[in-house]
């Protein structure tokens, strides 16, 4: 079975400061790696995902995850965030033997002007 | 905008009164999800349909049902809410079955069960 741990309920952070939104999954097969983004009253939208190729994956809105095989992880970076980037953060994991999502349990990102 | 689109956003029932929550999309997509999310945990999938094909997950209890009139609508039916049922249920589509097509979720629909 697959699981998903997202290690940090909460991550304040200052705006233009650095953060990482840390993910680790656990699977015995090969695993396709998501990040969703929710912003406060809205539903999950698609922040980036990673199927195949490249490990490092980047959003437009400067986000962007390394795909880790060695570590099963998935880290979220963001070199200098924004208010706006204040939401919640999941992390998710699907398998090439099945359909569904696996979602953690989620890191709510606060940036602190 | 193409959407998906959840009514109503708060909805409080009584324990045991059943409750119906709905979706709609505008996306035109064959799939259509309804998820659970309970307060600091991860969304869990309840199930999906694929057109009128319902895909029951094999740990949703038999208290919850879904109705699929047409392609745009999708209901969630709650037949006897516990108190162990509140939580945020979200609503996803998308084109297709699978993990290389995205999913579009709506808002979500907070339930209270007093």
């Known amino acids: 079975a697959q699981s998903v741990t997202q290690l940090d309920s909460q991550v304040p952070v200052f705006e233009e400061a650095p953060v990482e939104l840390r993910c680790n999954y656990s699977s015995s097969v090969s695993v396709y790696l998501f990040w969703y983004v929710q912003y406060p009253n809205q539903g999950l939208q698609l922040l980036l995902k990673?199927?195949?190729?490249?490990?490092l994956v980047e959003s437009i809105n400067g986000f962007e995850a390394e795909f880790n095989k060695s570590q099963t992880s998935f880290h979220l970076r963001k070199p200098s965030v924004h208010i706006s980037d204040t939401a919640e953060y999941f992390c998710?994991?699907?398998?090439?033997?099945?359909?569904?999502?696996?979602f953690g349990t989620g890191t709510s990102l606060t940036v602190i002007p | 905008d193409a959407m998906v689109i959840q009514n109503p956003r708060y909805q409080v029932t009584q324990f045991g009164k059943p409750v119906t929550l709905s979706c709609s999309q505008t996306l035109n997509h064959n799939v259509m999800y309804w998820y659970q999310q309970k307060s600091s945990q991860a969304p869990k999938l309840l199930f999906h349909?694929?057109?009128?094909?319902?895909?029951n997950e094999a740990d949703t209890p038999d208290n919850f049902q879904s109705r699929r009139p047409n392609t745009s609508f999708c209901f969630l039916d709650i037949r006897s809410p516990g108190l162990g049922d509140a939580a945020m249920y979200l609503c996803?589509?998308?084109?297709?079955?699978?993990?290389?097509?995205?999913?579009?979720f709506g808002p979500g629909t907070r339930l209270t069960v007093t």
């Open positions: 998710a994991v699907s398998t090439n033997t099945g359909n569904q999502f696996y």
């Open positions: 996803a589509t998308s084109l297709r079955h699978g993990i290389l097509y995205e999913q579009y």
């Open positions: 990673y199927l195949s190729g490249s490990t």
């Open positions: 349909y694929y057109d009128k094909d319902f895909n």
